[in-house]
Nanobody, 119 residues
Framework: VQLQASGGGLVQAGGSLRLSCAASSSIFSFSGMGWYRQAPGKQRELVATIRYGSITNYADSVKGRFTISVDNAKNTVYLQMNSLKPEDTAVYYC??????????????WGQGTQVTVSS
């Protein structure tokens, strides 16, 4: 499985970006998909997941601001990011994954896309 992420960039605080991640195979074959992020000097953080195309889960830090969704016809997962803050600055990675015990475990990773939010 290959994942191609795009949509990152530089935006001012309060602005919006939409990340896209195109999969090389049908996303119906995945139990779930998710977005991680990693800021310099910080641990990688699970930002959002979507299970079976509709069940979503978000990190507390992005609830109410970020929305994960899928377009099955395009084999693409999106991350709509609104009301961006400087602390959202990070490299964002899309993943496919499995669930066990209610937890998400990534299988495949995209190459990452940089999001920079200026104050």
């Amino acid at each position: 499985v290959q994942l191609q992420a795009s949509g990152g960039g530089l935006v001012q605080a309060g602005g919006s970006l939409r990340l896209s991640c195109a999969a090389s195979s049908s996303i119906f074959s995945f139990s779930g998909m998710g977005w991680y992020r990693q800021a310099p000097g910080k641990q990688r953080e699970l930002v959002a997941t979507i299970r079976y195309g509709s069940i979503t889960n978000y990190a507390d830090s992005v609830k109410g601001r970020f929305t994960i969704s899928v377009d099955n016809a395009k084999n693409t997962v999106y991350l709509q990011m609104n009301s961006l803050k400087p602390e959202d600055t990070a490299v964002y990675y899309c993943t496919t994954g499995q669930y066990s015990g209610g937890y998400y475990f990534p299988d495949y990773w995209g190459q990452g896309t940089q999001v920079t939010v200026s104050s």
